[in-house]
């Protein structure tokens, strides 16, 4: 250990002060984009399409590790390749490029999640793959394996193979099966600095989420960040003691400035501990955002991937109150981070919390103060820069502040917000964003003036003396798609508007075909579709192993495909295959997330004894610039977006009309 921190104080010299681990006074909310084996929704094009869903409430989008991982099924976590080959289980790299590119445009940035305590192999313990990026070819050492990897496993079979290891040990917590990497060493760290460089320069990534940073010392995420000057930095330092946490985040120092906020793990087992035992004072112990000196470096959570119940193990969940507990979260400072599942569970009302805590004005660094603490009721009051917001959670009737004060805006299972009078504006109660059929939306002034009413638009027109002015609390029925503008009246002087978008979504199922070959694995004859995934109704017909044996044939540019045609039913349906021959035998990967006509070249190369599968761009039907026999009838996006009537207008791209697929030019 004395030759790692000697070395350590030498680095430091040779670094300057870049980075500064996360934005102060930050208001914007995180979502974790994924949730364990979310390929269907977490694909790249998938989340792409939910950029205006996410546009306004999201301002970072936490997503997996995006390049090819070990296993040809992954959630990333088993990294292999980190220049060279972003074919992942969510997509590849144009689909991922056009995601952030998107997210961009709308105001959203984009994390990425960086593995780089650990590393894959190509074909044997010790082997990584070469990659070359910008004439430079990267490639990791068998000397760039810790001494101690898998508790010498490694040096066993590294020495019984004539390979030779590092001479220094891991410089924290091992992680058994796969290589850990020496951060010691020159070559790993030239390699993760063109590595972050490239995601941050290249691709686009607003910042970075960095994964078990246990495994290695905290200086090098100070390190790396120093010279790739992420805007964002979070590291996953799994530890529910906030001191422990708080250390980390100092151990990031460099030149004495902080360079990565952590996961906030101890406010996240408050909440389980608040919510599990019944108990709300819970909510009073310590965190690392209840520490004023560090809660701008503090991601508040109250579920992820890893602390969910999944279905193969056992984790600790917060099973009940879920809404509870994201009422707290995004009332508090820090930066919260939604968690996917329970957005996707309920879009309407965790969009409406982020409205509060944005029309207070609540930041990252913002103070509170505790207002009542009990065990069936806790209370606290946020100040932000417009206003204050109360939280209340667990039993809100036992807790209510002075109505001179404070509005009630929101209430649910077990919460309540309310804003101050103060914040002088207008509530609407329901968010922007896409809506299934007509709803009402409640407007409430929210002032000290008791005599304050509220002049509204529906057009997007600012909202003016002259329009539409109704008393606190009216209801509006909202039926068609609209831009909501609200904004408070005093006399005849007229506040800033609020803004709320409303769309519809008419979703029709449609068809997809979907074409093998296998000419260049050599198999002949039938081949077998097994199928699973999306909405629970792709299951094959021959419910045992291989599934549907496929004979149906067309020709397609002289080549012979196999074809079969499935129904998706909703935005958020696909389908998952293997594809096999003779009775099962050879077989592919799996292959994920198809939800339009697809063209597949099953591979004569293998991966794990499994052949891989291409993607063929071939087959289009019908290629026109503006197809005017599809007068106005509907236009469906790919992946069941309806995108209106008739074609003008829309960019150039694939889309569904009259159910087949048509190509619009420039």
């Not at 008393?471 to 039926?479: D, E, F, M, R, V």
Request: net charge negative.
């Amino acid at each position: 250990m004395k030759k790692f921190y000697t070395t350590l104080l030498a680095l430091t010299a040779t670094v300057t002060m870049m980075a500064q681990g996360w934005p102060a006074n930050y208001g914007g909310v995180m979502l974790q984009g994924f949730y364990w084996d979310s390929y269907d929704l977490s694909r790249w094009s998938y989340l792409e399409s939910k950029a205006d869903q996410f546009a306004g409430y999201f301002d970072l989008v936490w997503i997996p590790q995006s390049a090819r991982a070990a296993a040809s099924t992954s959630m990333g976590y088993d990294p292999l390749y980190w220049f060279s080959n972003y074919n992942s289980s969510f997509g590849n790299e144009q689909e991922l490029r056009s995601m952030i590119g998107t997210f961009r445009n709308k105001g959203i940035g984009t994390i990425a999640d960086v593995v780089i305590n650990h590393r894959g192999n190509v074909s044997n313990w010790v082997d990584f793959p070469a990659e070359t990026y910008n004439g430079v070819t990267y490639q990791l050492q068998s000397t760039d394996i810790v001494r101690n990897d898998d508790n010498g496993a490694t040096r066993n079979w590294a020495t019984a193979n004539g390979y030779s290891l590092s001479d220094n040990n891991d410089s924290g917590e091992g992680w058994d099966g796969m290589r850990d990497l020496d951060h010691l060493s020159t070559n790993v760290q030239e390699n993760v600095k063109a590595y972050l460089g490239m995601l941050l320069q290249d691709f686009g990534y607003a910042g970075v989420r960095y994964d078990m940073v246990k495994g290695y010392s905290a200086y090098f995420t100070g390190f790396y960040n120093s010279a790739a000057s992420p805007t964002y930095s979070v590291g996953e330092y799994w530890d529910g003691n906030p001191v422990s946490v708080i250390n980390w985040i100092n151990g990031t120092k460099i030149d004495g400035a902080i360079q990565s906020a952590a996961f906030d793990f101890p406010f996240r087992y408050t909440v389980r501990d608040a919510i599990g035992k019944g108990d709300w004072t819970q909510l009073a112990n310590n965190s690392v955002m209840s520490n004023a000196d560090y809660r701008r470096y503090a991601v508040t959570f109250v579920e992820n991937h890893d602390t969910e119940q999944r279905a193969n193990a056992a984790q600790d969940p917060i099973k009940n109150d879920t809404l509870a507990a994201n009422a707290f979260l995004l009332a508090m400072p820090g930066t919260p981070c939604v968690f996917y599942k329970h957005f996707i569970a309920r879009p309407t009302e965790i969009k409406a919390m982020i409205d509060a805590r944005k029309a207070a004005g609540i930041t990252n660094t913002s103070q509170y103060t505790n207002m009542h603490n009990a065990r069936d009721c806790h209370a606290d009051a946020v100040e932000g820069s417009k206003g204050r917001l109360v939280v209340v959670v667990g039993n809100v009737s036992a807790f209510t502040p002075s109505s001179a004060e404070y509005r009630e805006i929101l209430m649910g299972p077990k919460y309540k917000y309310f804003l101050s009078r103060s914040a002088e504006t207008v509530w609407a109660d329901k968010p922007s964003g896409e809506y299934n059929n007509a709803f009402n939306v409640t407007l409430t002034a929210i002032s000290a003036d008791d005599n304050a009413r509220i002049a509204y638009t529906l057009d997007g027109s600012a909202p003016t003396a002259a329009s539409t002015t109704v008393a606190s609390g009216t209801t509006i029925a909202i039926s068609e798609g609209c831009t909501l503008r609200a904004a408070l009246v005093k006399g005849s002087t007229v506040g800033e508007a609020i803004s709320r978008n409303y769309w519809f979504n008419a979703f029709q199922p449609y068809t997809i075909t979907v074409y093998t070959n296998a000419d260049a694995a050599g198999w002949n004859g039938a081949i077998n579709y097994w199928t699973w995934g999306g909405d629970g109704t792709h299951a094959p017909a021959n419910s045992s192993w291989p599934g549907d044996k496929v004979s149906a044939t067309t020709i397609v540019e002289g080549k012979t495909w196999y074809y079969k045609t499935y129904t998706i039913n909703s935005e958020t349906d696909c389908v998952n295959f293997v594809f096999s021959t003779g009775s099962g035998s050879p077989q592919t990967v799996d292959v994920n997330n198809v939800n339009a006509d697809t063209f597949f070249e099953i591979s004569a190369q293998t991966e794990g004894g499994k052949h891989l599968v291409n993607i063929v761009q071939t087959g289009i039907s019908e290629t026109v610039a503006h197809p005017a026999s599809y007068g106005n009838q509907g236009v469906y996006s790919l992946d069941g977006r309806r995108m209106g009537t008739g074609t003008d207008g829309l960019r150039p791209g694939v889309y569904i009309m009259n159910g087949r697929k048509v190509v619009i030019g420039r």
